[in-house]
Each structure stands twice: as structure tokens, then as C-alpha cells.
Nanobody
């Protein structure tokens, strides 16, 4: 059973930066894809970014492209989301997810495992 634990959320002013971490344990391997999703109050969960663990291929939502960077540290079995130039509309609960296979899916329903989420609040 894969466990995912996020950390790094918090309160930041518009234009600031945060780095989220997602520590994976319990059976992840190179044949996994991982992603970040977010959900703001009253809104549906939306895709943010995804990463293919083995080769590092990435995919981003248009709303964060050029501002957010997804990466991983193989030795630490940890995925990151570096968020720069944050905007109030980035405020949401951010959750990491993992799926077997290499498909960089943007659909939450394609992911098998989820973390509990971490709150990111961007003040104007």
C-alpha cells in the first residue's frame, strides 16, 4: 500500500513562493506517475502538474505553466512542487497522487493513491 504525505503549505502574500513536498512510501517504483491536484472551496478538484517518475517527463495545467515546477528526488522518494509568483486564485488544498504506469494523466480518477492534502493560502 502506497502512502503519500504532503508538507510545505502555508500562508504567503501574492507574488511569493512556496515549495510543497510529497513523501512516498510503501511500494512506489520507477513505473509510477505522480501528480499534484488542488481544490478550492466550492470548486471542483483540478489538475496542477504531473511527473513520470522514471524519466522525469512533466505536464502542467495552463494556469500554472511558467510559475510552478514539479520535480522529484529519487534518493528521498519525494516529489516537489515549487510554486512561484503565487496569486490569490492559487489558494486551495493541494494534494499529491500516484498511479501505476507511466501515463501523465490529468484526471483525478486515474490516480490510485492520494495524500491528505496541504492548505495553500495566498493573500492579496
Amino acid at each position: 500500500q502506497v502512502q503519500l504525505v504532503e508538507s510545505g503549505g502555508g500562508l504567503v502574500q501574492a507574488g511569493g513562493s512556496l515549495r510543497l513536498s510529497c513523501a512516498a512510501s510503501g511500494g512506489t517504483s520507477s513505473n509510477y506517475a505522480m501528480g499534484w491536484f488542488r481544490q478550492a472551496p466550492g470548486k471542483e478538484r483540478e489538475f496542477v502538474a504531473a511527473l513520470r517518475w522514471s524519466f522525469g517527463a512533466t505536464s502542467y495545467a495552463d494556469s500554472v505553466k511558467g510559475r510552478f515546477t514539479i520535480s522529484r528526488d529519487n534518493a528521498k522518494n519525494t516529489m516537489y512542487l515549487e510554486m512561484n509568483s503565487l496569486k490569490p486564485e492559487d489558494t486551495a488544498v493541494y494534494a499529491c497522487a500516484a498511479r501505476r504506469g507511466s501515463l501523465l494523466s490529468r484526471k483525478a480518477s486515474d490516480y490510485d493513491y492520494w495524500g491528505q492534502g496541504t492548505q495553500v493560502t495566498v493573500s492579496s
